[in-house]
C-alpha cells in the first residue's frame, strides 16, 4: 500500500518551454502533496506543500509564478515548471501524506538544454 | 525551527561489518523522526520511524534506530551490512498537527554509505 507514483520519470526540454510533472497516489488518496527539489549530491528541499482544492504554499525563495502547482484530485498534483532554464535541470520529487507521514515518488529527473 | 544535522558526510565500511548513521535533530517538541534510504536516481523509501513508546525501534531491512530525548539524536544500526546497503541515507524530523508546517519534513543532509566486500 501506499504507492506513489510520478511521470514522467526523465524529461529534456529545450530552454523557454514548459514541463508538467504529474504525482499520484495509486491507492490512496492525500489531502496533501509535497514537491521537493534535490540537487546532485544535496539533501531535498521542500519547495511547496500542494493542498486538494486550494491553492500551493511555496516556501520562501521558491518562485511561484516558475513552479506552478495544482492539486485537482485527491490522488493527483502537478507541478509545471514555467519557460524553464538550464538551472530549472535537477531531481524533482514528490510525496504524499498521511497523518504524520510522507510515501515518496521514484522521481524525475528534468534536464532542459 | 525544526531542523536535522548528519554530520557524517561518507561513511565506508566492510561487508559483515556493523553501522552506526548519526543524527541528531533540533525541534520545541516531542519530534517525530525518520530514517530514509535513496538508492541513486530514486525516490526516497522509509526505514523506519519514531512516533511515541519504546525509544528503540525496528525497521525494514534489518536496520533499528534509538531515540534518545537526552541527546536530540536518532542514530540509525544494522550489526551487520550487506553491499546492497550501499546508498544515501537520509534522517528527517517532522511537524506535528496544529501548525502550518502540519506534516512537513525537514531532512538532514544525508550520509553516503559505500560497503567495501
Known amino acids: 500500500g501506499a504507492v506513489v507514483s510520478q511521470h514522467p520519470s526523465w524529461v529534456i526540454c529545450k530552454s523557454g518551454t514548459s514541463v508538467k510533472i504529474e504525482c499520484r497516489s495509486l491507492d490512496f488518496q492525500a489531502t496533501t502533496m509535497f514537491w521537493y527539489r534535490q540537487f546532485p549530491k544535496q539533501s531535498l528541499m521542500l519547495m511547496a506543500t500542494?493542498?486538494?482544492?486550494?491553492?500551493?504554499?511555496?516556501e520562501q525563495g521558491v518562485e511561484k509564478d516558475k513552479f506552478l502547482i495544482n492539486h485537482a484530485s485527491l490522488t493527483l498534483s502537478t507541478l509545471t515548471v514555467t519557460s524553464a532554464h538550464p538551472e530549472d535541470s535537477s531531481f524533482y520529487i514528490c510525496?504524499?501524506?498521511?497523518?504524520?507521514?510522507?510515501?515518496f515518488g521514484p522521481g524525475t529527473r528534468l534536464t532542459v538544454t | 525551527a525544526q531542523s536535522v544535522t548528519q554530520p557524517d558526510i561518507h561513511i565506508t565500511v566492510s561487508e559483515g561489518a556493523s553501522l552506526e548513521l548519526r543524527c541528531n535533530y533540533s525541534y520545541g517538541a516531542t519530534p517525530y523522526l525518520f530514517w530514509y534510504v535513496q538508492s541513486p536516481g530514486q525516490g526516497l523509501q522509509l526505514l523506519l520511524k519514531y512516533f511515541s513508546g519504546d525509544t528503540l525501534v525496528q525497521g525494514i531491512k534489518g536496520f533499528e534506530a534509538e531515540f534518545k530525548r537526552s541527546q536530540s539524536s536518532f542514530n540509525l544500526r544494522k550489526p551487520s551490512v550487506h553491499w546492497s546497503d550501499a546508498a544515501e541515507y537520509f534522517c528527517?524530523?517532522?511537524?506535528?498537527?496544529?501548525?502550518?508546517?502540519?506534516?512537513?519534513?525537514?531532512f538532514g543532509q544525508g550520509t553516503i554509505l559505500t560497503v567495501h566486500p
Open positions: 500542494s493542498n486538494e482544492g486550494s491553492k500551493a504554499t511555496y
Open positions: 510525496s504524499a501524506r498521511v497523518v504524520y507521514e510522507q510515501y
Open positions: 528527517a524530523v517532522g511537524a506535528g498537527a496544529g501548525g502550518t508546517s502540519y506534516g512537513k519534513l525537514t
